[in-house]
């Protein structure tokens, strides 16, 4: 139904910053979608970053990433962003976007419908 799309990754020095971007497209009106970032290294499972609620008045962020991290949404351009500061190496993984919550918990990736392709971000030391 609706196609996510992840931009935005790169390689950064460590305590450096980045902005993912995740545009939507089709499906139903994008304000209707919760959308929630996850993100997996190599050879562990994909895990919980944050997620957004449908206006953008509600967020909700992994501890790992709290006070670091900020998710928002922009819905007339239809597009969540994850602004990422004081990265750290572990922060290494491939980014994805997700929307459409439909089972519980939300922080699950179990959770979740539909997934962008992933944006690859690489911090060093």
Not at 80 to 101: G, H, I, W
Request: proline residues 3%; glycine residues 10%; charged residues 20%.
């Amino acid at each position: 139904q609706v196609q996510l799309v992840e931009s935005g990754g790169g390689l950064v020095q460590a305590g450096g910053s980045l902005r993912l971007s995740c545009a939507a497209s089709g499906g139903r009106t994008f304000s209707t979608y919760t959308v929630a970032w996850f993100r997996q290294a190599p050879g562990k499972e994909r895990e919980f970053v944050a997620y957004i609620s449908r206006s953008g008045s509600g967020t909700y962020y992994a501890d790992s990433v709290k006070g670091r991290f900020t998710i928002s949404r922009d819905n007339a351009r239809n597009t969540v962003y994850l602004q990422m500061n004081s990265l750290k190496p572990e922060d290494t993984a491939v980014y994805y976007c997700a929307a459409d919550p439909t089972r519980y918990p939300i922080t699950s990736v179990r959770a979740y419908d539909y997934w962008g392709q992933g944006t690859q971000v690489t911090v060093s030391s």
